[in-house]
């Protein structure tokens, strides 16, 4: 079965947004994308979901490397922008620096990074996997910086803030809870 966009079941999904920059056959180039997962951490990898429609796509595909910059909570309108048009027609970077949004040259590959992002990863390409109806370009992180800034959250098609902490239960109800586990230890 389909899960398409917008529809009420994929709309349930809470992700970070990725900003994903790359320089190849389309030049400098700058995308959003909800679909960024770390998923290994010795070593590092990170997944990005790309159509393969877009610049971002062609530009890993020649250049096998791209950067990662996790929005920050305050930086929701360069995440629109970003998902807004692509590189193929228009030059995002220029238009971004423009209305005074800032990169820095990465450090160990050829692309810009987001400026003041919540975590910038520079990436080689580990994998391309064609899966479904997007290609997922798998990361090995090769330099990363850290603003202290929170980050962004996406849910249902909008940018929120991180909510407040859920607290823990009550230490008695946690050893009640472990107790009923560890009676249902596997012989
Ligand atoms: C918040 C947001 C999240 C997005 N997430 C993804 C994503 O995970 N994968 C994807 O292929 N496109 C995603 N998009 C759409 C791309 O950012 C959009 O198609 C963009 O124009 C592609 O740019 P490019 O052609 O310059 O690479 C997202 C857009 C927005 C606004």
Same mark, same amino acid.
């Given at each position: 079965?389909?899960?398409?966009? /917008?529809? *009420?079941? &994929?709309?349930?999904?809470?992700?970070n947004v990725g900003l994903i920059t790359t320089? =190849?056959?389309? /030049?400098?180039?700058?995308? #959003? #994308? *909800?679909?960024? $997962? $770390?998923?290994?951490y010795k070593p590092g990898l990170i997944a990005v979901c790309i159509n393969p429609r877009d610049a971002t796509?062609?530009?890993? *595909?020649? &250049?096998? %490397?791209? =950067?990662? !910059?996790?929005? #920050?909570?305050?930086?929701?309108?360069? !995440? !629109?922008i970003s998902g807004g048009s692509s590189g193929k027609s228009i030059d995002k970077i220029s238009a971004l620096k423009e209305l005074g949004f800032k990169f820095y040259k990465a450090k160990k590959i050829n692309v810009l990074m987001v400026e003041d992002a919540a975590l910038n990863i520079e990436c080689k390409l580990a994998k391309q996997i064609p899966i479904g109806d997007h290609?997922?370009?798998v990361? *090995?992180?090769? %330099?990363?910086?850290? !603003? =202290?800034?929170?980050? @962004?959250?996406? $849910?249902?098609?909008?940018?929120?803030? @991180? /909510? %407040?902490?859920?607290p823990k239960p009550p230490q008695d109800e946690l050893d009640r809870t472990n107790q009923i586990v560890e009676k249902h230890k596997k012989k």
């Open positions: 079965m389909d899960l398409p966009w /917008g529809d *009420e079941r &994929t709309k349930q999904f809470v992700t320089n =190849g056959p389309y /030049g400098h180039d700058i995308m #959003a #994308a *909800e679909w960024t $997962h $770390h998923i290994s796509h062609a530009n890993i *595909e020649n &250049t096998k %490397e791209f =950067g990662i !910059s996790l929005c #920050a909570s305050d930086q929701n309108v360069l !995440s !629109s290609t997922t370009f990361g *090995e992180a090769v %330099e990363t910086k850290l !603003s =202290g800034k929170k980050p @962004l959250v996406y $849910h249902a098609q909008k940018y929120w803030n @991180l /909510g %407040e902490n859920i």
